[in-house]
């Protein structure tokens, strides 16, 4: 079975700060996990994914991720927040090669200017 | 990269028609489409996976023959509301996988969206 956990509903930054959306995953398989990024009343866009290759993934727009087995994390973190990056953030599980994906509840991103 | 596109983006209907969505994948084929709702402000809820050439899988809880889904091509997948109502209103995504290619074997590419208002 797996499950995504995303940790926090909302998050809050100030411009130019960094930022920090929090995943924590279950998965009796091995994972392939996903970070995307949704602005109201659009679709969702990849932002990176991990798929048992480097543990330390690089996205666009300045964020990266890393996959943490033993703690089961794909925290995604940005050094510097953009008053571009409002918006909902879904994490996502799936068994490797397979079919269907888990969303995370998602987390709002909030930045003040 | 890979595009899928749905039509319409937006519609309105009155309770009791029905409404069709497509779900079309520009630029590459897919055997397996999928279908989410979504729910204001909150997350994707997996409805079905369409396969061409056979019938969908549909999740639990979700009616069937409520939410018809038809996956005639290998770059269309189309899902009719069916006697609609207001409690069907909501966003619907679509996402298809390539499943040959250099893309990504289990990345899921995601259509904007169709809003669905039923008064």
């Known amino acids: 079975a797996q499950s995504v956990t995303q940790l926090d509903s909302h998050v809050s930054v100030s411009e130019g700060t960094p930022v920090l959306l929090r995943c924590n995953y279950s998965s009796s398989y091995s994972p392939s996990l996903f970070w995307y990024v949704q602005h109201p009343n659009k679709g969702l866009q990849l932002l990176l994914k991990?798929?048992?290759?480097?543990?330390l993934v690089k996205g666009i727009n300045g964020f990266e991720a890393e996959f943490k087995k033993s703690e089961t994390s794909f925290h995604l973190t940005k050094p510097s927040a953009h008053m571009s990056d409002a918006a909902e953030y879904f994490c996502v599980v799936s068994k490797t090669g397979g079919f269907k994906t888990i969303f995370g509840a998602g987390t709002r991103l909030f930045v003040k200017a | 990269g890979a595009v899928v596109s749905q039509h319409p983006s937006w519609v309105i209907c009155k309770s009791g028609t029905s409404v069709k969505i497509e779900c079309r994948s520009l630029d590459f084929q897919a055997t397996t489409m999928f279908w989410y709702r979504q729910f204001p402000k909150q997350s994707l809820m997996l409805m079905a996976t369409?396969?061409?050439?056979?019938?969908?899988?549909?999740e639990q809880g979700v009616e069937k023959d409520k939410f018809l889904i038809n996956h005639a091509s290998l770059t269309l997948s189309t899902l009719t509301v069916t006697s609609a109502h207001p409690e069907d209103s909501s966003f619907y995504i679509c996402?298809?996988?390539?499943?040959?290619?250099?893309?990504?074997?289990?990345?899921?590419?995601f259509g904007p969206g169709t809003r669905l208002t039923v008064l």
């Open positions: 996402s298809a996988r390539e499943d040959i290619g250099s893309r990504g074997y289990n990345e899921q590419f």
């Open positions: 991990y798929t048992s290759a480097a543990t």
């Open positions: 369409s396969n061409e050439g056979s019938k969908a899988t549909y």
